[in-house]
């Protein structure tokens, strides 16, 4: 760095922009591995896909130009739409579910229990697991013969349980029943979400006459709203990509009572190699999520407040 | 209203044993037929308290002639160590970048990180099975490991909000010292923000020990598969009639390598419940 006086001001002014330079270089040097991935894993595998569900494609030679033929063709499959109406019953019977049971435990564990970490453990120790674990465990729970669940319904209640999963009528109750079991994250962001609503909420609301329903209805709700929101968003988009019990426990039976869309296209593009119906397929549940995710945030307005943020 | 309090404990008490009970049930009831014999799974009713306990399905399961269990456990450690090492150097400097660091085009490319957030993945299952082939990957752990080692979208999210809570003045006292912006992240920025590798480190653990849809379509040899897949040979041998090809792979087989396959995720879990907690906490609440 030494400089002549009379070079001076224009090598500083070079340095400083070289100085910057480096400092963008840098940053993107240490961005750069994941804009690859962005690059590599994301961009140009959905614009590849979008290609892809114009074609028709079995890995076999090269793909075939079809135009829109791959979406035409889903509207006469009745699998899509069985699939679809799996996914969404699905959907539709266990978010709701996990959210009023996750949100029912974290109040529950917010009452000034003692050994709370205890408790949480124990709710939240299958959401540990999680995947192929549980599932295993649970096809041995819903056994119809010799399954935990069944002894139980017997033995308090005298109802002989139904063979769960190879039965049409009580297989998709089985699959919402197993993810109930797992309910311990939502309820472990609830809990950390109702910490932090001031008690002096709650105190003033008690001094007014509020019984316990009222707390939670005008105060616990709304307050949280946000959290209740994101475990909503995340259980929808879950939901309708369900995929690794239904593989594993069912395969889609009995008589397609189970056939998920993503279980549907797995077999399409990698048993049936349909690799450009697949493709079209993706999109389509791509479209699915996207709409009801946004009726979802439009209707959010009404039930979910946001305060300003703190600090 | 002391009476009325005393009784609203009283029954959140009740309310979260009942809860506990019922939760904790399935546990014990893998725990305790994993350690009976074959035949005294199916008896009814069923035996509560396995007398004796039958370990010697813990050693059988290790033996089988045609499911190779402890190459499965073999290819999840490999490929769980693998993914993390990358994931963890990935997201730590990306977290970096957007925590810190100015650069053209940031702010951009962190609207797109949030997007890819949000955008679920499906659509790329299919050019990524296509991509994995065409590199000959396929029936290797490769399109398990490399992709980690560019990165995770939410990772990186939570290692930016990290970063940003990392005073400033630290940074600049090390540049005066003479710190470039490597040092900076290597002996300030990492060290630091240790906390949020310790979460992201847990989560990516239990992602990639659980992975099963991309193992599934990416290999399809019995000798390179993780434990997540492998584990269901067992289910296919104790589904079929008779208890398996060779006749000796029972339910309480399948049960006991269940265990096994859960158990890692376990004692990760007990060891670093703080952790844990907090990371679903953070990216619950905040994302």
Request: charged share 10%; hydrophobic share 55%.
């Amino acid at each position: 760095m030494a400089a002549t006086a009379t070079a001076q001001p224009a090598a500083a002014r070079r340095g400083l922009s070289r100085r910057k330079l480096a400092e963008h270089l840098t940053g993107w040097l240490f961005a750069g591995p994941w804009v690859l991935g962005l690059m590599t894993l994301f961009v140009g595998p959905m614009l590849w896909s979008i290609y892809l569900s114009l074609t028709a494609y079995s890995m076999s030679g090269s793909p075939t130009f079809v135009g829109l033929g791959n979406y035409v063709e889903m509207l006469g499959d009745p699998r899509i739409f069985q699939s679809l109406k799996v996914t969404t019953v699905f959907a539709l019977m266990s978010v709701p579910l996990n959210l009023v049971v996750g949100l029912g435990l974290a109040i529950l564990l917010n009452q000034k229990i003692r050994a709370i970490a205890v408790w949480r453990t124990i709710y939240y120790l299958p959401a540990v697991i999680s995947g192929v674990g549980v599932a295993l465990l649970w096809q041995w729970l819903l056994n119809g013969r010799f399954g935990l669940l069944n002894y139980a319904l017997y033995t308090f209640f005298g109802i002989n349980g139904p063979n769960w999963l190879s039965d049409q009528g009580t297989a998709l109750y089985a699959f919402v029943i197993i993810s109930l079991w797992t309910v311990g994250g939502s309820m472990l962001v609830n809990l950390s979400a109702l910490q932090g609503v001031p008690t002096q909420l709650y105190e003033a609301a008690s001094i007014d006459g509020a019984n316990g329903w009222q707390r939670v209805r005008y105060i616990t709700v709304p307050t949280i709203s946000p959290v209740i929101f994101y475990n909503l968003i995340v259980g929808i988009i879950a939901a309708l990509q369900s995929f690794t019990f239904f593989y594993i426990l069912t395969k889609g039976g009995p008589n397609n009572a189970t056939l998920t869309y993503m279980l549907y296209l797995y077999q399409t593009a990698f048993e049936s190699t349909r690799m450009g119906y697949g493709s079209a397929m993706a999109w389509l549940l791509f479209v699915y999520l996207g709409l009801l995710t946004l009726v979802i945030f439009k209707f959010s307005s009404r039930w979910v407040h946001y305060e300003a943020p703190k600090q | 209203m002391r009476a009325r309090r005393l009784a609203a404990r009283t029954l959140a008490y009740v309310l979260l044993l009942v809860g506990a009970v019922l939760v904790s049930a399935p546990f014990y009831w893998l725990l305790r037929s994993s350690l009976l014999t074959e035949g005294d799974n199916f008896i009814w009713p069923p035996i509560l308290i396995p007398n004796p306990p039958v370990w010697r399905n813990y050693v059988e399961i290790w033996q089988v002639p045609f499911i190779p269990l402890p190459l499965f456990f073999r290819n999840s450690v490999v490929l769980v160590v693998a993914a993390l090492i990358g994931e963890l150097i990935a997201t730590s400097m990306a977290g970096y970048a957007f925590g810190r660091l100015r650069w053209w085009g940031r702010d951009v490319m962190f609207a797109l990180l949030v997007a890819t957030m949000f955008l679920p993945a499906q659509v790329t299952i299919i050019p990524l099975f296509l991509l994995f082939k065409q590199l000959g990957w396929l029936n290797t752990l490769l399109p398990l490991i490399v992709p980690s080692w560019l990165g995770h979208a939410l990772y990186i999210f939570l290692m930016r909000q990290f970063v940003m809570t990392i005073p400033p003045d630290l940074d600049d006292a090390a540049r005066i010292d003479g710190c470039g912006t490597f040092r900076i992240y290597w002996n300030i920025i990492v060290p630091l923000s240790a906390p949020a590798l310790a979460t992201i480190a847990i989560f990516s653990f239990q992602t990639k020990w659980n992975q099963f849809f991309e193992p599934l379509i990416y290999i399809n040899k019995t000798e390179v598969l993780p434990l997540a897949v492998g584990v269901r040979m067992f289910q296919s041998a104790a589904l079929l009639p008779g208890g398996g090809v060779s006749g000796n792979v029972s339910w309480s087989h399948l049960l006991a390598a269940t265990v096994v396959m859960v158990l890692p995720i376990l004692v990760v879990f007990f060891a670093a419940q703080r952790a844990f907690i907090q990371g679903i906490v953070i990216s619950g609440v905040k994302g």
